[in-house]
């Protein structure tokens, strides 16, 4: 039997989840971490009634809500009787319902629109993409730091997801006996591909393919490197967790993006989705990749300016740490 408290909580619970509106909210929520613009668009209601729902669900424990800078990211809640019921709810939805399939277009359509912005800033960058990366940012101590990780290993396999330019492949040529970059930008591989030809580094490749759906056929991994790549996504963790299934037994993903800022003007001029990714968001997403972080190292600008905060992160198969 349920105590006083806990019956008046369930029911508050189920008043929050017992509506069309919401329950639309969890199922799309189920998919990965959403704004509150993409999900006005996706139900076509305004602002005010989707946050409205969204705090009603927030405040029950079905949900969490992430602030950045002017913006709010939701996701279901990883823990709790509510992240529970949320699961239970959204496994019982009718996914084939015209409502439903409505919304799974609109929202396709809204990750589309965000991928070709996305894939226009790169086109229009891509010439001046790693002098852009050193804006603010010490790049040299982080690079000097992936080749500290690697501690002198010489992998079969490793595959730079979001390769940009190559940069990646060429830092860490010691490293690999053969490695895979893949990249959604045709500019950015050209000049990728003209990069490593320049190094005579044949045993590196570069492909274009979109890296939240990945190709199998890549092959396992043994490193996994994400580059300044997770802040492009309005869901870091639906990424990670296709990073994942890349992974060898044994092996690693290490993670390089920025610690959590305000820095607005990068959201609205140069096409990051999330400003920053924090610690717990990052144990989080790690978590439900079937992943656990090693350790993160921060590397704090050298500007007096309020510059950027660069982490880089350390991922291992959490199945072999148990």
């Known amino acids: 039997m349920f105590r006083e408290g806990e019956v008046s909580e369930l029911v508050g619970v189920l008043k929050a989840a017992g509506e069309n509106t919401r329950l639309r909210l969890l199922a799309l929520l189920a998919d990965g971490d959403h704004s509150v613009k ?22 029950a424990g079905l949900i969490q809500r992430h602030a950045e800078g002017a913006w709010a990211y939701y996701g279901l809640a990883p823990h709790g009787h509510g992240a529970e019921l949320a699961r239970w709810l959204v496994a019982r939805i009718d996914h084939n319902s015209l409502e439903r399939q409505r919304d799974r277009d609109r929202q396709a359509a809204a990750l589309a629109a965000q991928q070709a ?21 010490p790049e040299e101590a982080v690079e000097a730091a992936l080749l500290e990780t690697l501690n002198n290993r010489v992998v079969d396999l490793l595959v730079d997801l979001g390769t940009g330019t ?23 591989l050209a000049v990728a591909r003209s990069r490593l030809a320049a190094a005579g580094l044949n045993q590196a490749q570069v492909r274009l393919g979109d890296i939240a759906a990945l190709d199998s056929a890549i092959g396992l991994a043994d490193v996994v490197v994400i580059h300044q790549v997770l802040h492009y996504f309005d869901d870091p963790g639906r990424m990670l967790g296709q990073a994942r299934r890349l992974l060898r037994s044994g092996g690693e993903i290490l993670i390089v993006d920025f610690a959590p800022h305000a820095l607005e003007f ?19 997403w790690a978590d439900a990749a079937g992943l656990q972080v090693q350790s993160v190292r921060e590397f704090p ?20 740490t148990e």
């Open 266 to 284: 990068l959201r609205t001029e140069h096409a990051h989705r999330r400003l920053g990714l924090s610690r717990e968001q990052m144990t989080g």
């Open 166 to 188: 190559g940069r990646m492949l060429e830092l860490l040529a010691p490293a690999y006996k053969r490695a895979i970059g893949v990249d959604s930008s045709r500019e950015m």
């Open 38 to 59: 993409d999900l006005t668009e996706i139900l076509d209601q305004s602002q005010p009634r989707v946050s409205r729902h969204l705090k009603l669900l927030a405040d």
């Open 117 to 137: 912005l996305a894939t226009a800033y790169f086109a229009k960058v891509a010439d001046s993409w790693d002098l852009l990366k050193t804006l603010h940012v």
């Open 301 to 320: 600008s050298k500007t007096k300016d309020g510059g950027l905060t660069v982490c880089l992160w350390r991922l291992s198969d959490r199945a072999k």
